[in-house]
T-cell receptor
């Protein structure tokens, strides 16, 4: 029972263009969402988050959008850079929960 | 400050052998998580502890898996006996309770069971 789904295992984008990574969730109790980035042979690191009271959160080149009615969130990276090549995990949690539920991950490759 | 420290980084073992993975959380963190990364399911939560007490072990796949946290600075994940399908990357993560939802991961233990 995959409560957080990332349906695209991989994505390839040209350097300088926008990268859009998508995530869907099924549990309506989720009210906090995070994106983690993972390089090979390293652990995932926190990238950006959003609370359900917002529909957008920006941090530099990274923006996360949340559509609660569609139970969908996306991560936009603009402009994409070669160093953005990594696996991106979407995660969700809820008020009072003490754990994060992760998706399967999307491997992003930025081509020069 | 040191991050989450895991050992071993890589382990190759034969089917049927016991495997023990170790984790030292970030100092001051009182919540510890064990995750497993697979291609099919991404990052699966196996078990987590608050203040050294196991809170939710519903993600532990079978009785062959066990986890302990004897003190605030050490946890183990044990697989006995190991099977080839246990081959995966096992991550430990920690955070401070009531300090937000972000958790901090170690670099992982790469397990191969042959």
């Amino acid at each position: 029972d995959q409560q957080v789904k990332q349906n695209s295992p991989s994505l390839s984008v040209q350097e300088g263009r926008i990268s859009i990574l998508n995530c869907d969730y099924t549990n309506s109790m989720f009210d906090y969402f995070l994106w983690y980035k993972k390089y090979p042979a390293e652990g995932p690191t926190f990238l950006i988050s959003i609370s359900s009271i917002k529909d957008k959160n920006e941090d530099g080149r990274f923006t996360v959008f949340l559509n609660k009615s569609a139970k969908h969130l996306s991560l936009h990276i603009v402009p994409s850079q070669p160093g953005d090549s990594a696996v991106y995990f979407c995660a969700a949690s809820w008020e009072g929960a003490q754990k994060l539920v992760f998706g399967q991950g999307t491997r992003l490759t930025i081509n020069p | 400050d040191a991050g989450v420290i895991q050992s071993p980084r890589h382990e190759v073992t034969e089917m049927g052998q016991e495997v023990t993975l170790r984790c030292k959380p970030i100092s001051g963190h009182n919540s510890l998580f064990w995750y497993r990364q697979t291609m099919m399911r991404g990052l699966e939560l196996l078990i987590y502890f608050n203040n050294n007490v196991p809170i939710d072990d519903s993600g532990m796949p079978e009785d062959r898996f066990s986890a302990k946290m004897p003190n605030a600075s050490f946890s183990t994940l044990k697989i006995q006996p190991s099977e080839p399908r246990d081959s995966a990357v096992y991550f430990c993560a920690s955070r401070k309770l009531l300090s937000g939802n972000t958790i901090y991961f170690g670099e992982g233990s790469w397990l191969t069971v042959v």
